[in-house]
């Protein structure tokens, strides 16, 4: 007895409820996503091989010390909060948020400090902000 073979069939595989599912989750990441606007302060530092700027008539300068206690133009603050140090600045400055602001602080001073300095400056709206650095030492 001779039996017929049945041929093979194709096995395929069809793609188009993956591609459906792919699109349905592409969508639904693309609507559930919300977009933050950080908010950055804009700093130019200086170069510090280069050349001593001359100073201006009137200059907002924070100095921050060691233990990252505040100094605004020389006169040193009761605390380091936030708060005591804006209204600091506001007292230097008046109205006038186009003079230059510069900070100062120790290699040793907690980062934090520094961050809060600039924060502060920004909240304020002052738009020229930089950092002091010194010249390095020749080798």
């Not at 639904?28 to 530092?45: G, R």
């Not at 300068?61 to 600045?89: C, K």
């Amino acid at each position: 007895m001779k039996f017929r073979r049945k041929e093979p069939e194709e096995v395929t595989v069809n793609l188009t409820p993956l591609i459906d599912v792919v699109f349905l989750l592409l969508i639904f990441f693309m609507v559930s996503t919300t977009f933050t606007k950080e908010t950055h302060l804009q700093i130019d530092l200086p170069e510090a091989g280069g050349e001593i700027s001359e100073a201006q008539a009137k200059i907002i300068e924070v100095v921050i010390g060691i233990d990252g206690d505040y100094s605004v133009n020389g006169q040193s603050l009761i605390n380091s909060q936030p708060d005591t140090l804006r209204r600091a600045i506001v007292d230097q400055a008046s109205d006038n948020r186009k003079l230059p602001f510069i900070i100062s602080a120790d290699a040793e001073t907690p980062h934090q400090a520094v961050v809060t300095a600039m924060d502060v400056a920004g909240k304020l709206g002052f738009a020229s902000l930089s950092i002091t650095t010194q010249q390095p030492a020749e080798q």
